[in-house]
Antibody, heavy 124, light 106 residues
Framework: QLQLQESGPGLVKPSETLSLTCTVS??????????WGWVRQPPGKGLEWIAF???????YYNPSLESRVTISVDTSKNQLSLKLNSVTAADTAVYYC????????????????WGQGTLVTVSS | IQMTQSPSSVSASVGDRVTITCRAS??????LAWYQQKPGKAPELLIY???TLQSGVPSRFSGSGSGTDFTLTISSLQPEDFATYYC?????????FGQGTRLEIK
């Protein structure tokens, strides 16, 4: 059973960089069919896709965040990472990592596995 | 592609039939999915490719639609169905979600 687990600081100061890691277990991050990405949800609000990455390094970013976001993958550790710089209170959210099926799949173009999410609060 | 759900919230009783609508600002082909989210939990994939139920999803859930207009129907509400539902398009980047529909117990 595939499992995703987010980790990182729960509190970040304004103007600093938010850094999160997602560890994938029960499957390989080097899967042909999958991109791996991040989705966030501000408290009481809806879902916003941030970015995703293929194991080869190919990336897609949400244009609304692209100038501040970096996503990376470490296939040796089966991990993906997110960095969001120059954060403000508007970046306070639960951050989820998720698998996005893309190639040779039945449930293509969906997020079929999610981590439990981690709340990141931006505050001084 | 902007996704607009209606209603934003709905109150219903166990056994009721409920329909949630999702409208896309432009055609989304068949890459339309629905998710269920319960408080404090991650979203779970319910339906993909407009109408295909994810493994393990009860048959009381169904999806339909084409082009820009899509619906999620729950034929007979069960207590565990009270949650928030989101549509998501996967046709073009950026991937976008509807704003959510909160299904509450009447």
């Amino acid at each position: 059973q595939l499992q995703l687990q987010e980790s990182g600081p729960g509190l970040v100061k304004p103007s600093e960089t938010l850094s999160l890691t997602c560890t994938v277990s029960g499957g390989s991050i080097s899967s042909y069919s999958s991109y791996w990405g991040w989705v966030r949800q501000p408290p009481g609000k809806g879902l916003e896709w941030i970015a995703f990455i293929y194991y080869s390094g190919s990336t897609y970013y949400n244009p609304s965040l692209e100038s501040r976001v970096t996503i990376s993958v470490d296939t040796s550790k089966n991990q993906l990472s997110l960095k969001l710089n120059s954060v403000t209170a508007a970046d306070t959210a639960v951050y989820y990592c998720a698998r996005f099926l893309y190639y040779s799949c039945t449930a293509c173009h969906t997020f079929d596995y999610w981590g439990q999410g981690t709340l990141v609060t931006v505050s001084s | 592609i902007q996704m607009t759900q209606s209603p934003s919230s709905v109150s219903a009783s166990v056994g009721d039939r409920v329909t949630i609508t999702c409208r896309a600002s432009q055609g989304t082909s068949s890459w339309l999915a629905w998710y269920q989210q319960k408080p404090g939990k991650a979203p779970e994939l319910l339906i993909y490719a407009v109408s295909t139920l994810q493994s393990g999803v009860p048959s009381r859930f169904s999806g339909s639609g084409s082009g820009t207009d899509f619906t999620l129907t729950i034929s007979s509400l069960q207590p565990e169905d009270f949650a928030t539902y989101y549509c998501q398009q996967g046709t073009s980047f950026p991937i976008t979600f509807g704003q959510g529909t909160r299904l509450e117990i009447k």
